[in-house]
C-alpha cells in the first residue's frame, strides 16, 4: 500500500479549502487558485458566472499539462488578521463582547499563529507553481479593475460577470475584534527567554516566504492605468 494524497486534503474537512483547489477554464488552459481569505467568495461569484467548476491542480495535473495559474494573494498580516478573527468566532473561544486580551491568550495566538485554512501560508496552496508563469493579483482596493480589465482583455470574457463589490463585509462584532486584534498585536511584545521583540515581528516572521512572494511577484495592474 502507498500512502497518497493526505496532505492534500489536511484542510479539506475545513469548508473545502483544500491544497491545489482551483477552477479550471479548460478552453483558455488556465485555473484560477483558491486561496482562504484572498478574496475567495468575491472570485467564486466569478467562477460560478462563467461555469467554472472547482478541481485540483495536482491530481489533474493542470501544470504538466501548461495551464496557466491565477493567483490572487493579499498581505499577510493583513490576511492573517481577518482570518484569525473568523478562526475565533467560529471556534466561540471568546465572547463577542470582549474588549481586551488577556497576555495568556495573546501569548497562545502567536505561539502558533495558524490555526485553520484561513491562517495557514499562502504558499501552502501554491504548491509546485511557478512564480514567472503565472499571473498575479493583488489583493487590494484595485483587485476589482485589474481582473476586470484582464477578464475583458485577456479571456475575453463578459466583463458584467465580474462581481462589482465585494462580496462579503465584516459585520461589527467582527470588525470590532479585528480592530482589537490588530491593537493588541501592534502594541505587545512576545517573550524569547530572556529577550522581547514585537509580537507583529514575530507574527512576519512566520510569514515570511509568504512575504517574499508577495513582494516579488509582478503584479498585473492594467486595470489601474
Not at 53 to 65: A, D, F, S, V
Request: with cysteine; aromatic share 14%.
Amino acid at each position: 500500500m502507498i500512502i497518497q494524497n493526505t496532505w492534500q486534503g489536511y484542510w479539506a474537512r475545513h469548508h473545502s479549502h483544500e491544497y491545489g483547489m482551483c477552477f479550471p477554464d479548460h478552453k483558455l488552459k488556465k485555473f484560477w487558485v483558491n486561496i482562504p481569505k484572498c478574496a475567495t467568495v468575491w472570485g467564486k461569484k466569478w467562477a460560478s458566472a462563467n461555469q467554472l467548476r472547482p478541481n485540483n491542480y495536482h491530481t489533474e495535473k493542470y501544470l504538466e499539462q501548461d495551464y496557466q495559474p491565477i493567483v490572487f494573494l493579499r498581505d499577510p498580516l493583513e490576511r492573517w488578521y481577518t482570518g484569525i478573527v473568523e478562526y475565533i468566532f467560529r471556534q466561540g473561544v471568546l465572547a463577542k463582547n470582549v474588549s481586551k486580551f488577556t497576555e495568556d491568550f495573546l501569548s497562545l495566538l502567536v505561539e502558533r499563529i495558524a490555526f485553520d485554512e484561513h491562517t495557514e501560508e499562502q504558499i501552502m496552496f501554491l504548491e509546485n507553481i511557478d512564480v514567472h508563469q503565472a499571473v498575479w493579483f493583488c489583493v487590494d482596493d484595485n483587485l476589482i479593475k485589474n481582473f476586470q480589465h484582464y477578464c475583458n482583455n485577456v479571456l475575453k470574457q463578459d466583463v458584467d460577470l465580474v462581481p462589482k463589490v465585494k462580496m462579503h463585509k465584516s459585520g461589527p462584532h467582527h470588525q470590532r475584534l479585528k480592530n482589537l486584534v490588530q491593537h493588541s498585536v501592534e502594541t505587545s511584545e512576545y517573550r524569547i527567554g530572556g529577550s522581547k521583540i514585537p509580537v507583529v515581528d514575530k507574527i512576519k516572521d512566520y510569514y515570511r516566504l509568504d512575504y517574499q512572494v508577495y513582494n516579488s511577484v509582478k503584479y498585473y495592474r492594467k486595470g489601474e492605468k
